[in-house]
Nanobody, 115 residues
Framework: QVQLVESGGGSVQPGGSLGLSCVAS????????VGWYRQAPGKQREFVAN???????NYRDSVKGRFTISRDNAKNTVYLQMNSLKPEDTAVYYCNLYSERKDYWGKGTLVTVSS
């Protein structure tokens, strides 16, 4: 069983930066695709970014050039560095691990961008 624990959320002003981390339990992390989704109030959960075990990376268009995803397989950790944050980035951010046709989710961490 995989467990995911996010950290690093908080409040920031527009234009600011935050970094998120997600630590995974289990032994499949290094071969899994891991990433981040977010859910704003009253909206559906949406894809933000992911990184495959082999290293290929995908971002949603609205975060390209502002967010950077990375992983450290030795620490079973995936990171999301968020720069130039906008109010529309406000959401609960969820860590996701996908492996062998199964999705695993963290409980989420709140990011609030407001002046």
């Amino acid at each position: 069983q995989v467990q995911l624990v996010e950290s690093g959320g908080g409040s920031v002003q527009p234009g600011g930066s935050l970094g998120l981390s997600c630590v995974a339990s289990g032994s499949i992390f290094s071969i899994a695709t891991v990433g981040w989704y977010r859910q704003a109030p009253g909206k559906q959960r949406e894809f933000v970014a992911n990184i495959a075990g082999a290293g290929s990376i995908n971002y949603r268009d609205s975060v390209k050039g502002r967010f950077t995803i990375s992983r450290d397989n030795a620490k079973n950790t995936v990171y999301l560095q968020m720069n130039s944050l906008k109010p529309e980035d406000t959401a609960v951010y969820y860590c996701n691990l996908y492996s062998e046709r199964k999705d695993y989710w963290g409980k989420g961490t709140l990011v609030t961008v407001s002046s």
